[in-house]
């Protein structure tokens, strides 16, 4: 797994608990203080391991720390770049969740090493809809919640999401469009370069 | 394109050439401009409408077509078009669209559709456009995406570069670096004699050990021994000058080498002064440590050719001649012409 994603976890931990925490965490599993290099890539269960030493010492469960990193990635302003690559994939909510299989492809044609989880919606009508989602991280569905959830407030959208919990391998999440663009979006332009 | 499935003609009100195309244009059989598409309006004023196609752009290329007749005939072909200069903004670089001209089945005008080709993403940028400006078949939001995306990776992988390089930096400075005292290490040492046994600048080589360091070692122990090495340290720094190169090359033994430097007199001198700050006492705790120093000396100079392996050894049997000699004093090597032998420091002004 490209180090990109342990180091955004690194960098959530370190800019939601402070950097003190992230010591805590990486000496607790033998790591360098600084930490993951975007550019290299680890094991996948390195990414477990700081997951889970996490959840220890923050007295928090591994899931909704994986929710809390998906919302990270959207909200946070040192994640800025995610937020606006987000942002190219739709024009408003239902676009980007209609384009939201792409996400993976969108990743590789970036940087190939880039495993993003596996997404598969289907459309139920009425605004409703399932993600399934497929990746070896357990609990990758809860990032991807926690990150829907983050850009449909960043798109103004009213969206009630629930995770289902796993069907054969794949996380299954729940989504309801209650009331498109209710509020106003957050701007983004196309042409300001973050 | 020249050969349709079916000759029937294809029925397509304008707002759906509008959808499909939305930087295309359409113009009459004289060339003139009778509609644009609406994301090539939002580029060009309102009355554009009636002038011909060559007024309001540049048709690039030796080869490209001059006129509506040579539109006809290179129907289908890559054009390269501009905006002439007064439909450009000011400052901006123009942008190089690519074009496409198709007559109409009857030939009584055409329809020229264009993309942005390279210049998207600054057409993006300049011109305020959103996804709603292309058609959803276009690849223009993928170029900016990728353009961004691009940015960050070689951001991240220039962070990257840095950080490894700060970290090669400080791995090449430890390595060359004796972690006791700071002073250079063997290896550092022996790249500096490599570098200067290959350049035309002679230099010379001083072998110092210390004197009496194993009785502050064996009497007041290896705290006050490593501290008697590390004072010898800054005192050696502080009587060399900042090109020479000195090296702790063993337990209590010292490597110094001097580019430039080969006149006897002024070695001699450089050594009497070593070993008069080193012969002072060195406190330690409540304790005071006396250590001196004996020293062998040779130059580049005498040699025909630079041997580093025996001006080392040189070096090393000079210092032993001064040791056998009673110790605290330097002494050139035989082979080095003129050499004041030995070196005492006048031991009434300390």
Redesign the interface.
């Known amino acids: 797994m490209l180090g990109l994603i342990n180091r955004s976890f690194q960098f959530f931990v370190i800019d939601t608990w402070g950097v003190e925490a992230w010591e805590t965490v990486a000496s607790a599993i033998g790591l360098p203080f600084a930490g993951f290099e975007a550019m290299l890539s680890y094991d996948d269960s390195a990414l477990d391991r700081v997951i889970d030493a996490s959840s220890a010492l923050l007295h928090r469960s591994r899931f909704s720390l994986m929710e809390d990193l998906g919302t990270y990635l959207v909200a946070h302003e040192r994640q800025a770049t995610v937020r606006r690559l987000l942002r190219f994939s739709g024009a408003n909510f239902t676009d980007f969740l209609s384009s939201i299989e792409e996400l993976p492809d969108r990743g590789r044609l970036v940087l190939p090493d880039l495993d993003l989880p596996g997404l598969a919606l289907s459309d139920l009508g009425g605004g409703a809809f399932r993600l399934r989602c497929l990746s070896p991280i357990s609990g990758a569905g809860h990032v991807i919640m926690g990150l829907l959830r983050a850009m449909a407030d960043d798109y103004g959208a009213l969206v009630l999401l629930e995770h289902l919990g796993v069907e054969g391998e794949e996380e299954v999440i729940s989504i309801q469009i209650a009331d498109l663009e209710l509020y106003a979006a957050r701007p983004f332009s196309l042409g300001i370069s973050a | 394109m020249n050969k349709p499935v079916s000759r029937k003609s294809l029925p397509l009100a304008p707002e759906a050439f509008d959808h499909l195309m939305p930087l295309h244009l359409r113009l009459n059989g004289l060339g003139q401009i009778t509609a644009l598409g609406p994301t090539l309006a939002r580029l060009l004023p309102a009355n554009v409408l009636g002038l011909s196609l060559f007024d309001v752009f540049d048709l690039r290329r030796a080869r490209g077509p001059a006129d509506v007749a040579g539109l006809m005939s290179q129907a289908g072909e890559r054009l390269h078009l501009t905006f002439r200069p007064e439909f450009r903004s000011p400052g901006a670089r123009p942008i190089p669209f690519r074009g496409m001209a198709i007559p109409l089945a009857d030939r009584s005008g055409l329809v020229v559709n264009l993309s942005f080709g390279l210049g998207v993403v600054d057409a993006?940028?300049?011109y305020?456009?959103?996804?709603?400006d292309f058609a959803p078949t276009d690849l223009a939001?993928?170029m900016?995406?990728?353009v961004?995306?691009?940015?960050?990776?070689m951001d991240?992988?220039r962070?990257?570069a840095i950080?490894l390089q700060g970290d090669k930096q400080m791995a090449e400075a430890q390595a060359m670096t004796d972690t006791l005292t700071g002073l250079r290490n063997r290896r550092a040492l022996a790249q500096a004699l490599e570098r200067l046994s290959r350049g035309t600048a002679p230099f010379a080589l001083m072998h110092l050990d210390l004197d009496f360091f194993k009785d502050v070692n064996d009497t007041l122990g290896h705290a006050a021994g490593d501290h008697v090495l590390r004072r010898v340290a800054e005192l050696l720094m502080q009587e060399t000058r900042a090109e020479d190169t000195v090296a702790r090359v063993g337990g209590d033994e010292f490597v110094a080498v001097f580019p430039d430097l080969v006149d006897p007199d002024r070695l001699g001198a450089i050594a009497r002064r070593i070993i008069e700050v080193l012969s002072r006492p060195i406190a330690f705790e409540d304790k005071l440590c006396r250590i001196s120093a004996s020293i062998g000396i040779t130059t580049s100079l005498a040699y025909e050719v630079t041997d580093i392996a025996r001006m080392e050894q040189d070096a090393d049997e000079a210092l032993y001649a001064s040791k056998r000699g009673g110790r605290g004093r330097a002494i050139f090597h035989p082979g080095t012409s003129h050499a004041p032998n030995p070196v005492i420091p006048d031991r009434r002004h300390p």
């Not at chain 2, 305020?128 to 709603?132: A, E, F, P």
């Not at chain 2, 961004?148 to 990776?153: D, L, Q, R, S």
């Open positions: 993006i940028r300049h305020g456009l959103t996804d709603s939001l993928e900016m995406y990728l961004e995306a691009k940015t960050a990776a991240a992988l962070g990257f950080r």
